[in-house]
Structures are given as structure tokens and as C-alpha cells.
């Protein structure tokens, strides 16, 4: 890994339906002592792009990789909440040297060959948001208040079909020596814990990685509403390990 003499900068990265404006109270928090930080749209997630229903993993890896040269190509730490984690784990395969932690936030790395929704119908472009009956079924809402919901309707973009549906082809070795934290949410580390040693798909990635912390922060899937106070602390104090 390359050093820097400086603090690295956070690159905020949401999750499906999501764009940088999700991340907007817990920028507000890091400013507050000069954290570095930016918050980021993926290819798709622009509610004004026209042709936002075609656009890939691979577009939304590229999308990442721009914004670290915007910033000098020097190693930054990403920080991946949800549906964020298949671009981002693609980043840490491809270009391992450019990050020198990554953050999951309710999430965690993505296995090589991993689809997200492989059965989603080819006769549909995209995914909207669902009605928060079903997503509350599928995600913790817990934490989020009215005022939360009704700006997560009103701003949500629907997921493009082919990010669902594209598998995350990874083959570096190198992404599993990037140091990284898990930011445990709707389930506690413990728990994320007993899923990696039974093998679980969802976290069996886990297991091959050789540095790792974990951080409970008990809310529900969106904790940059629920808790932004408390997941800017962490992000912060992520800062001080990648030095």
C-alpha cells in the first residue's frame, strides 16, 4: 500500500436507490473538525441521466475510480453502505493500491461470481423503490422517522436491471489485504461472526480477509438517518488507522 503524509479522503457511497445526498448529515458531522470527505451518485442513481436504466457494475466501478484520481490518485478510504458493496468490492479487486481502508456499513465484501438479483425479469429496466411494508421485510427500518420515509420516497431512483443482474467477476488477491471495518447495524458483529464460520454466502467473503475490525452500531439498515452522529465518529476515527 502507498502512504500519504496527509489524512486520506472518505469517499461516501450508498446503497441501491441512493444517491450522495443520502450521506448529507453525516458530511455535515465530519466537517465539523475538517474530515476529508465526499459523497458520491453512482452511474444510475441520477435521477436527471436519461439513459441512467442502462448502466452498469463496470460504469459504476469506473464512476469510483474517477473521483480517487479526482483527488490525486492518492489512496482514499471507501466506505460502502449496502448495494454499494458489488462496485466496491469490483474497485478493490481492480485497483487494491488506491484504497488504503474500506468501510462496510450494513454491508461487507461480495464474493467473485455474486449476483445480486439473478432471477430479476429481463422484460424490466429497473427496480423502484419498494412499498416500505416490504422493504421493512427485507431491511431494518428501525430508527428512521416519518420525516426520514417520506424523503426516501420522494428522492429514491429506481436501481438499474443490469447492475442487479451483472455478476462481480474479481480475481485479485490483493483486495482481501486491504485493512477494512465492518460497521454492524441490523445485526450485531457477533452475529455477522457466526454467519462467516458457517459459511453463509452473504458474509463467507469475510473469512479471507486478513485485517479486520468490527464495530457495532445497533439501529437499522440506514444509519446515516437513523444514527449520522455516531457513524460520522466512526468514519473519523477510520480515518486515524490509515494514516
Known amino acids: 500500500?502507498?502512504?500519504?503524509?496527509?489524512?486520506?479522503t472518505i469517499?461516501?457511497?450508498?446503497?441501491?436507490?441512493?444517491?450522495?445526498?443520502?450521506?448529507?448529515?453525516?458530511?455535515?458531522?465530519?466537517?465539523?473538525?475538517?474530515?476529508?470527505?465526499?459523497?458520491?451518485?453512482?452511474?444510475?442513481?441520477?435521477?436527471?441521466?436519461?439513459?441512467?436504466?442502462?448502466?452498469?457494475?463496470?460504469?459504476q466501478a469506473a464512476s469510483i475510480r474517477d473521483v480517487i484520481a479526482q483527488h490525486g490518485d492518492q489512496p482514499v478510504i471507501l466506505v460502502a453502505h449496502s448495494g454499494a458493496n458489488a462496485p466496491v468490492s469490483l474497485i478493490l479487486d481492480r485497483h487494491p493500491e488506491l484504497v488504503c481502508r474500506v468501510v462496510w456499513v450494513d454491508s461487507g465484501p461480495v464474493a467473485d461470481g455474486s449476483v445480486f438479483a439473478p432471477d430479476f425479469p429481463e422484460d424490466l429496466e429497473e427496480l423502484p423503490l419498494p412499498s416500505f411494508g416490504t422493504l421493512g421485510q427485507q431491511a431494518s427500518l428501525e430508527g428512521l422517522n416519518a420525516e426520514a420515509l417520506e424523503q426516501f420516497r420522494e428522492r429514491a431512483v429506481p436501481e438499474p436491471a443490469p447492475v442487479l443482474r451483472q455478476p462481480v467477476e474479481l480475481a485479485n488477491e490483493s483486495r482481501h489485504r486491504v485493512p477494512t471495518t465492518l460497521v454492524c447495524c441490523s445485526i450485531s458483529?457477533?452475529?455477522?461472526?457466526?454467519?462467516?464460520?458457517?459459511?453463509?454466502?452473504?458474509?463467507?467473503?469475510?473469512?479471507?480477509?486478513?485485517?479486520?475490525?468490527?464495530?457495532?452500531?445497533?439501529?437499522?439498515?440506514?444509519?446515516?438517518?437513523?444514527?449520522?452522529?455516531?457513524?460520522?465518529?466512526?468514519?473519523?476515527?477510520?480515518?486515524?488507522?490509515a494514516l
Open 1 to 8: 500500500m502507498r502512504t500519504t503524509t496527509s489524512s486520506p
Open 11 to 59: 469517499v461516501l457511497i450508498a446503497g441501491h436507490w441512493l444517491g450522495a445526498w443520502a450521506w448529507n448529515e453525516v458530511l455535515e458531522n465530519l466537517e465539523t473538525d475538517h474530515t476529508r470527505a465526499v459523497a458520491m451518485t453512482l452511474p444510475g442513481l441520477d435521477g436527471g441521466d436519461t439513459n441512467r436504466a442502462a448502466k452498469t457494475l463496470d460504469d
Open 189 to 241: 458483529g457477533e452475529q455477522v461472526m457466526e454467519l462467516v464460520q458457517a459459511g453463509h454466502p452473504m458474509f463467507a467473503e469475510v473469512a479471507n480477509l486478513d485485517d479486520v475490525d468490527i464495530i457495532d452500531l445497533p439501529t437499522g439498515h440506514w444509519p446515516m438517518w437513523s444514527r449520522p452522529l455516531d457513524l460520522a465518529e466512526v468514519l473519523r476515527s477510520a480515518v486515524k488507522p
